[in-house]
Structure formats: C-alpha cells, structure tokens
C-alpha cells in the first residue's frame, strides 16, 4: 500500500460526458503528479501540483483540468469525453521538506480506469 | 527535453534464469535519477530500483541490479533467479536531480516480461 488513494477505481461513462477523478497523497507530501496511461503503453505526464499550486504540466489537453485544494488532496477533470481518453490515470504523490531530503521517488496509487463508450 | 528508450516491447523466460532488460535515455543534464518501475497486472506501479547518476556503484535491490554507463546513457535492469512473481511491465524512467519546479518523471514505453514456469 503506497499510502496514495484514488477514487474511483473504475468509471464508465459515455463521449461529451464529463467526469472527476480524486487523488489523496499520502500523508505530509506535497506535491501531486497526473499520469495518463493509455492501452499497453507508457505513462505521459499530464500536470503536476505542489501545496496547491501548479508546478508543471505536460501533455494535458484543454478538455482536462486539475486543482489541488488546501487539505492538499487533489481532482483531476477530464469533460467533452471522447472515445481515445480511455485510460488508466494515475495519481502520485511525492515528499518535498528540502532540497537535500528529496528522494526523488513519487509513490502511486492504483489508478482510475476510464472507459468511454 | 528527455527521452526513455526501451527497446524490447516484450521478453520472456525460464524461471530462475537470469534476464536483462535495457535502457536509453537522452538529457543534457548531469545530475538526475533514473529508475525501474514494474507494473504487475494489478496495475500498482511498484518502485523497482533507483540510480543517482552521481553514484559511480551500481544500485542492487536484492535480486535486482542496474548497469549503470552513464557516457553511454544506459540503464539496463537485471534480474536475477527470476520468479513468476516477475511477470510484470518494466518501464524505465527519468528525473532531473531535485529540479524545484520540474520534479516530474520521463517514461520508456515499457517491456512487458513473462517468466515462464
């Protein structure tokens, strides 16, 4: 258990439809990483939040939205849905105290499967 | 920008064999992480072994070890008296050492491995 929980764990739901995926990172870490995993490939980075703020993003479509609020959990919305955003999305969660303690590890949760039909 | 490369979309063997999967990358930087994560059917990303690239040794885990050559920019996972708990997706990946701002990682498109009874 890496301490990372996401809800829901699977999610079907039909194209233009919009849904929300949340994220909890384990406890006293501050940042928050999207990943998308689409069907037997990579993971791609979509954005990523440190104590509320965006700190960067990647390959994150306009239809999609992220925000982490002030308990530090965080959502990630996906709208207009299309059939190619099926996927495996996974949050992870990582420690930053200080520069000299980072780790650089991100501990995952066990994903949100989203079926669009 | 980085890159991960991996090679072998799929590998396969004996149990108690020993089998090695690579890795390429691609940075500018000279200090950053590389890691082995494996991805088992449940889906979990489990943190496999980590790199510093200051570190001139060899990172082991166990029955795992990397080949870390730096000037050539390869990462290759070995695994040794492979069990069928090892049947997994290896996926190779990046991080820029601590960059405040940009601490997310790269992904290789994995390699999926079977250990075969």
């Known amino acids: 258990d890496s301490g990372v929980t996401q809800t829901p764990k699977h999610l079907i739901t039909a194209t233009g439809q919009r849904v929300t995926l949340r994220c909890s990172p384990r406890s006293g870490d501050l940042s928050v990483y999207w990943y998308q995993q689409s069907l037997d490939q990579g993971l791609q980075f979509l954005i990523q939040y440190y104590n509320g703020e965006e700190r960067a993003k990647g390959n994150i479509l306009e239809r999609f939205s992220a925000q982490q609020f002030p308990d530090l959990h965080s959502e990630l919305n996906l709208s207009s849905l299309e059939l190619g955003d099926s996927a495996l999305y996974f949050c992870a969660s990582s420690v930053e105290l200080l520069r000299s303690l980072s780790t650089g590890e991100l501990f995952f949760g066990e994903g949100s499967r989203l079926t669009v039909l | 920008a980085q890159t991960v490369t991996q090679s072998q979309p799929e590998m396969s063997v004996q149990e108690a064999e020993t089998v090695t999967l690579s890795c390429t990358y691609d940075?500018?930087?000279?200090?950053?992480?590389l890691f082995w994560y494996k991805q088992p059917p449940s889906r979990q990303m489990i943190l496999v072994i980590r790199q510093e690239a200051y570190k001139q040794q060899n990172a082991t885990e166990n029955r795992f070890s990397v080949n870390f050559q730096k000037a050539a920019k390869s990462f290759s996972l070995k695994i040794s008296d492979s069990q069928l708990g090892d049947t997994a997706m290896y996926f190779c990946a990046f991080m820029k050492f601590y960059d405040f701002g940009n601490e997310k990682l790269t992904f290789g498109t994995g390699t999926r491995l079977t250990i075969i009874p």
């Open positions: 940075t500018s930087e000279n200090n950053y992480y």
